[in-house]
Each structure stands twice: as C-alpha cells, then as structure tokens.
Nanobody, 121 residues
Framework: QVQLVESGGGLVQPGGSLRLSCVVS????????MDWYRQAPGKERELVAS???????WHANSVKGRFTISRDNGKNTVYLQMDNLKPEDTAVYYC???????????????WGQGTQVTVSS
C-alpha cells in the first residue's frame, strides 16, 4: 500500500507565497515522476508541474517563473514553491507519484487527498 499526504495549503493574499509538500510512504521500491495538479471549481484538473526521478522539471506556462517544483529523493517528498500568487491560482492542489511498489511491479499512479489553496484579499 502506498500513501501520499499533502500539506502546506491555506489562505494567502495576492502576491504572497506558499510551499506545498507531499510525502510518499508505504511499500516503495522506486518513485519515478512526481507531479502537482490543480483543480479549480467548475474546471478540469490540470497539470501544474512535473519532476522526473533525475530532477528534470516541467512547469505549465501559467505558472512558469512563479512556481518551482523540487524533490528530495531521500525523504520521498516533492515540493511546490508558489510565489507571487494570483487569485486565478485558487484551486485544490493534488500530488501524483508514479511508484513501483516492488522490483517486479509495473509503475502505478497514486494520488494524494488534495490541499486547498485560496488566493484572496
């Protein structure tokens, strides 16, 4: 069994910063890509940022230059540093990790429960 637990969401004023964390625990042989998604009310879930096991990153154009994804492989944790937040960043943010539970397992996508980020004055 693999669990993902996110933390760090909250209410912040426009221009402020938040740092999201997501810890992966349980039966883990290997973690491949780790991603952050978000879903605003009435909208589809969208990919915000992704990081490979080797540290290669990708950020959506809407957050490029403001958000930074990183990971600590020793702690099985992925982070999302969010700076210069805007009201349109308001959403539930979800962590996704592609995990091989055992050496003979194919990778499986696991999701966290989500953390609310609200940007408002």
């Amino acid at each position: 069994q693999v669990q993902l637990v996110e933390s760090g969401g909250g209410l912040v004023q426009p221009g402020g910063s938040l740092r999201l964390s997501c810890v992966v625990s349980g039966s883990i042989f290997e973690i491949n890509a780790m991603d952050w998604y978000r879903q605003a009310p009435g909208k589809e879930r969208e990919l915000v940022a992704s990081i490979s096991s080797g540290g290669t990153t990708w950020h959506a154009n809407s957050v490029k230059g403001r958000f930074t994804i990183s990971r600590d492989n020793g702690k099985n944790t992925v982070y999302l540093q969010m700076d210069n937040l805007k009201p349109e960043d308001t959403a539930v943010y979800y962590c996704n990790a592609r995990v091989r539970p055992t050496w003979f397992s194919a990778p499986v996508d696991y999701w966290g429960q989500g953390t609310q980020v609200t940007v408002s004055s």
